[in-house]
């Protein structure tokens, strides 16, 4: 096992996933709520440049009363590592994602969740458990929960999924960011982003690894670098306002576990290609915040140490690449751990022709059918979508 | 010998130096200029992303005359690496630096360059070769002139030297700068930018390796990143111009030669270090673009994998860097190869008084007398100083 390098922290390095998204499912394992509260140290030691202001040390010991009988909340899809970016960079991406809802309930134990309805297209979502200790929703949910002290409450959860499990889009992720926020909101409001970000870590931890590369930027919307775990220290990378960002999302009918693309990375980088990466990671994160969009493709095809290893993995992926670059794409490469390949253009028509070119390659040079979708940049994040008053 | 990092040029990595800026005085050497003009794809793929205009392609068939009889040119002492910036950022530092006087001579073989005389502080001065083959400013000068097409006249240069040798604020790229630029002066400013940074870089070639991580800044002024070299692609990073930002130079009497800090580098790097100080470099980044200055001395301070391995070869300088923390900055490191210790702060008098408490930790932990400048960003670059028009 090799040490977590963002921190020191007792979490394992590359990954400590304990189960992968389509393992889950355990049922009539006893619901044993474990999460503990969180130390104070942790908690208060948290930073995020954020405009949004800090409620740090909100966690109440007294308990918050439900303000809301009901809430529904929408968290988007994600696209982490971009490139030189991997492990600590990740954005959010508008109209895809999951949404939660929650309804305070009597008949569920207080302190506890119940998740009633698991929907979505697709037959994935019949791989994911119900049990709350099981499913990314519902860890998330709790560990707010715990937050906020609640014990005299019960809440029942529904989770629609609109993101597939296993495509590289941060599906868990947005499943754990809409139940923070959801539970959140109907307690009133009273964490802070990183508590959310701490709550959904926990549920990441769980099923693919201590990486908040998906659920910071699934919670604070736009880009966002992890700089540090210990403390939590997230950095909002702000994409021009009036430029416009989007993303090509080609997915392919193909399986690219986490734990074999993690097993694909080298363990030893060779200083010419640590010092090539670095300073693209450099480059990418100036071209965000210049919204100089040439720039941040060239550096999003730019990675020379993750990419060549995973790639190969997925059939079809370096001509998928070169298609997109031929057909105008600013840039091009694996979202995530795969098998959805991204690529970014600030066009959405032309984005669609991109799309096309690499569904068509996909299928040539890799013989798998893909789908495409060309979704702007999420600037929002995980939001509240409705709410029924107490 | 290790390829080049950056390119597929002919370079080696970690550094081409034939000669270190302490043995270069080779008197006697015939003059045999060799430098050719670059090919028209390197000069042609050049990209700068400055708000200056680039004059990429400018370079000229007919030779164009001199529009001054005589120039004179600063260029700025520059802080390269930063930390986790190691190899391809830099900045510029404000009233440190090299001053070059060209004089139209008809003495001098028409299309070369006389030294005539090489002045400054300290007497490592005496060091320097007045051979222009083997002189930084000469190579650059000789190098612009090729660019130019310069065959009708000759040039008498003079070098005052601000900066002492082999102290790791960009000696050799100071004298280089400000003899490229006060050359492209003298003949009406027909070049680039980026021209100028490419003649500088056949300098540092000869005497540090090819690197642009000094030359680009003390040109450009400002925070730099090397993005490439083939072909050449810088980013300035432009620091707010409302924000104050000092530099805590202090210098200890202790030769810290280039090769011997290279050779201290790790040859491969682990995984969570890679992913630690690249996300490091994209704080880093992000920091000095949105002007947050403990951001910016934070991820100064959080090099995991050069700066552990130099730090010990200065002696004291692992004690400084804790006593520069201590006494306020906003974090410390190595400038360059060393030795000077770099110290970022937003106030003079507060920068003087961590300076104080950095000399007395050289004397008592390393046994080095050392000395202390506190100097601005210098957001401008080379620049020049006077002429006298023809």
């Given amino acids: 096992m090799v040490a977590c390098f963002l921190c020191p922290c007792p979490h394992p390095y590359p990954s400590s ?5 389509l393992d889950l499912k355990q049922e009539g394992v006893a619901i044993s709520i474990t999460i ?11 930073r995020c440049n954020l405009s949004v202001p800090s409620k740090t040390n909100a966690i109440t010991k007294t308990e918050p009363h439900p303000v809301c009988t009901s809430v529904k909340a929408f968290a988007p899809a994600t696209v982490a590592n971009l490139g030189p970016g991997f492990d600590f960079l990740g954005c959010a991406v508008d109209g895809l994602g999951d949404t939660v809802s929650l309804t305070v309930d009597p008949h569920v134990h207080p302190g506890e969740i119940s998740i009633s309805d698991i929907s979505g297209t697709g037959t994935s979502t019949t791989k ?9 929703a519902g860890i998330a949910a709790l560990e707010v ?9 019960g809440l029942s959860l529904s989770l629609e999924k609109g993101l597939p499990l296993g495509s590289g889009l941060g599906s868990s992720a947005a499943s754990a960011a809409a139940a923070a926020v959801a539970v959140n909101e109907i307690f009133g409001n009273k964490l802070a982003v990183q508590e959310l970000v701490l709550a959904s870590l926990k549920s990441e931890e769980k099923v693919s690894g201590y990486h908040a590369d998906n659920v910071a930027p699934a919670i604070m ?5 992890i700089r540090s775990y210990e403390p939590l220290d997230l950095i909002q990378l702000m994409f021009p306002a ?25 363990a030893e980088i060779g200083m010419p290609h640590h010092v090539w990466n670095c300073s693209q990671a450099g480059a990418l994160v100036a ?21 060549p290893r995973r ?5 079809g992926m370096e001509g998928v690449k070169r298609a997109a670059l031929d057909a105008g794409a600013f840039g091009c490469t694996i979202s995530g751990a795969g098998p959805t390949a991204v690529a970014v253009i600030d066009d959405e028509r032309r984005g669609m022709e991109i799309g096309e070119r690499m569904i068509d390659t996909f299928l040539k040079e890799g013989n798998l059918k893909a789908s495409a979708n060309v979704k702007r940049l999420d600037r929002v994040g995980a939001r509240l979508i409705s709410s029924t008053r107490t």
């Fill in 17 to 21: 996933a304990s189960a992968s998204p």
């Fill in 242 to 266: 009036e430029k416009e960002l989007f993303f090509v999302l080609v997915t392919p009918e193909f399986e690219a576990p986490t734990k074999k693309m993690r097993a694909a990375l080298p």
């Fill in 128 to 136: 994911l458990s119900k049990n709350p200790l099981w499913n990314c």
């Fill in 36 to 46: 503990p509260i969180p130390t104070q140290r942790r908690t208060t030691r948290t």
């Fill in 287 to 307: 071209s965000v915040l210049q919204g100089d969009l040439p720039a941040l493709g060239k550096a999003l095809s730019s990675d020379k140490i993750v990419e």
């Fill in 311 to 315: 790639a190969p993995l997925i059939p």
């Fill in 221 to 225: 919307g736009g880009f966002v670098l």
């Fill in 145 to 153: 929960m715990k937050m906020l002290g609640i014990r005299s409450v």
